[in-house]
C-alpha cells in the first residue's frame, strides 16, 4: 500500500524552531511537497524536493533522503500565524498522495 | 497573483441530487486537479487531468462522478447521484507540469443532505 506518515500534533513556542518529519511508502516517486492549510482554508503551497538535500524558502525549510524515504519541513522564527496544519504530500505520476497532517500548535 | 477560483463556495444538496462543481484553473497551466478533504481528515486524490482526458483517477473516482472541461477556462466536477457521504470540502487544483506545485482553490464545501 501507500502511506506517509507524521505526528499528528507538534506544541512550540513563538520564536522557536519547530520540525515536523515525514516519512513514505509509495509507488512511484517524483518528490515530496509540504502544503500549509489553516482551519477552513485551502491547501498552500510551501516546498517542493525533487532532489535530496535541504531547500530554503525564507522561514521555511524542507529536507528529502530518498535513500531513506523521509523528509521533514522545519520553521524558524516561529510566529502566531504559522498556527496550522502541515501536510507531506508525495508526488507520484499525476498525483499527489498526502499524509494525514500535523497541527501545529504556537504558544506566546 | 494567478490564482484558481471555485463557485460555488458552499453547495447544500439532496441525497440523489446531482452536483456539478465548478473551477477555473490558472489560465497557463496545463494539468488540473479534483480533490477531496472530509472534516478533519486527510486531502484525497480523487483526479487528474491533462490533454482533455483523465490522466490518472482513484477508487473514490467511481462511475458517479465524471469531469469536464467544456471550455477554454472552467474545469467542472460532476456527481451524478449523491450520497451522505459525498459530504466533504472539494478542491479544484491546476499545475503547470504534471509533477510540479499545484496550486488549490479555495473549495466548494459539499453538504448532501
Same mark, same amino acid.
Given at each position: 500500500?501507500?502511506?506517509? /506518515? ?24 517524483? =518528490? ?5 492549510q ?11 524536493? =525533487?532532489?535530496?538535500?535541504?531547500e /530554503? ?16 519541513l ?35 | ?9 458552499? #453547495?447544500?444538496? #439532496?441525497? *440523489? #441530487? +446531482? ?13 488540473? $486537479?479534483? $480533490?477531496? %478533504?472530509?472534516? !478533519?481528515? @486527510? ?6 487531468? $491533462?490533454?482533455? +482526458?483523465?490522466?490518472? @483517477?482513484?477508487?473514490?473516482? &467511481? &462511475?458517479q462522478?465524471?469531469? +469536464?472541461?467544456? &471550455? !477554454?477556462?472552467?474545469?467542472?466536477? @460532476?456527481?451524478?447521484?449523491? @450520497?451522505?457521504? &459525498?459530504?466533504?470540502? $472539494? ?5 503547470? %507540469? *504534471? ?8 473549495g466548494?464545501r459539499?453538504?448532501?443532505?
Amino acid at each position: 500500500g501507500q502511506s506517509l /506518515e507524521q505526528p499528528s500534533e507538534v506544541t512550540a513556542v513563538e520564536g522557536a524552531i519547530v520540525q515536523i518529519n515525514c516519512t513514505y511508502q509509495t509507488s512511484g516517486f517524483y =518528490g515530496l511537497s509540504w502544503y500549509q492549510q489553516h482551519d477552513g482554508g485551502a491547501p498552500t503551497f510551501l516546498s517542493y524536493n =525533487g532532489l535530496d538535500g535541504l531547500e /530554503e524558502t525564507g522561514r521555511f525549510s524542507s529536507f528529502l533522503s530518498r535513500s531513506d524515504s523521509y523528509g521533514y519541513l522545519l520553521l524558524q522564527e516561529l510566529q502566531m500565524k504559522d498556527s496550522a496544519s502541515y501536510f507531506c504530500a508525495v508526488q507520484s505520476n499525476y498525483q499527489l498522495i498526502w499524509g494525514a497532517g500535523t497541527k501545529l500548535i504556537i504558544k506566546p | 497573483e494567478p490564482e484558481v477560483t471555485q463557485t460555488p463556495s458552499h #453547495q447544500v444538496t #439532496q441525497m *440523489g #441530487q +446531482e452536483v456539478i462543481l465548478r473551477c477555473v484553473p490558472i489560465s497557463n497551466h496545463l494539468y488540473f $486537479y479534483w $480533490y477531496r %478533504q472530509i472534516l !478533519g481528515q @486527510k486531502v484525497e486524490f480523487l483526479v487528474s487531468f $491533462y490533454n482533455n +482526458e483523465i490522466s490518472e @483517477k482513484s477508487e473514490i473516482f &467511481d &462511475d458517479q462522478f465524471s469531469v +469536464e472541461r467544456p &471550455d !477554454g477556462s472552467n474545469f467542472t466536477l @460532476k456527481i451524478r447521484s449523491t @450520497k451522505l457521504e &459525498d459530504s466533504a470540502m $472539494y478542491f479544484c487544483a491546476s499545475s503547470a %507540469q *504534471g509533477n510540479t506545485e499545484a496550486f488549490f482553490g479555495q473549495g466548494t464545501r459539499l453538504t448532501v443532505v
